[in-house]
């Protein structure tokens, strides 16, 4: 099996890893330079950034991540965001520790909020991890007006949420924006009328498959 190429933010874990192994092969012994071996096998698997092909047809909401749908109901966006009380679809799609954990751009769209919160690191499957959980959350503007939140959560070991984009910026769908490290959930939050067209327990390929269509 060929990996793809790590993503950045893996590389002071794989620098970290590779310092460790060579200590132990130099002056500690082979008792250390096998564990920082396997730990950097590890972050090479765990920080692969592949290629992905969004579907070319217009109007398309898509996976922001890999992972398992594990909840499809309404809720109200975060209020930091300031999209309003009205509940909307929200669709959160967990990450375990052997998903790829890059983040993508779910429409094409103008970031227009960006708001991080401090919070809890409860088990990111569970429905309460949308509220208390260390979370980023993004709000995009599509051309038409309507407006999209995706919202990145740390889980039982993510200690670290990072967003590679700033307010203005624009995105196309399947654009990389960021990355949260070891377990996490990402939540997206369609805009209000747009019923999503997948279900509890399907599996999602980031920037592939499709969450709802904006034209439906």
Request: aromatic share 8%.
């Given at each position: ?19 460790v192994a060579a200590l132990g092969l130099v002056w500690l012994g082979p008792w250390l330079f096998w564990p ?181």
């Amino acid at each position: 099996m060929v990996l793809a190429p790590p993503h950045p933010a893996g590389k002071p874990f794989l620098i970290g890893g590779g310092i460790v192994a060579a200590l132990g092969l130099v002056w500690l012994g082979p008792w250390l330079f096998w564990p920082g071996i396997l730990f950097v096998a590890f972050c090479l698997y765990f920080f692969r950034d592949p290629e992905r092909v969004p579907p070319a047809k217009p109007g398309l909401v898509i996976a922001p991540a890999d992972g398992r749908v594990v909840s499809v109901t309404t809720a109200v966006p975060p209020e930091e965001l300031g999209l309003g009380p009205a509940p909307r679809m929200r669709v959160a799609i967990f990450l375990s520790v052997l998903d790829v954990h890059v983040n993508r751009s779910p429409v094409d769209g103008v970031v227009t909020r960006i708001a991080y919160r401090p919070g809890a690191f409860v088990n990111a499957s569970l429905d309460k991890a949308s509220e208390d959980n260390e979370r980023n959350a993004l709000a995009i503007k599509l051309a038409d007006g309507r407006s999209l939140a995706v919202v990145q959560i740390a889980g039982l070991i993510a200690r670290r949420i990072l967003c590679d984009v700033k307010e203005g910026d624009s995105l196309r769908a399947g654009d990389r924006f960021g990355i949260i490290r070891f377990g996490s959930r990402t939540d997206v939050y369609l805009p209000e009328g747009v019923r999503p067209l997948v279900l509890e327990g399907q599996t999602m390929i980031g920037g592939e498959t499709v969450l709802a269509d904006l034209r439906a």
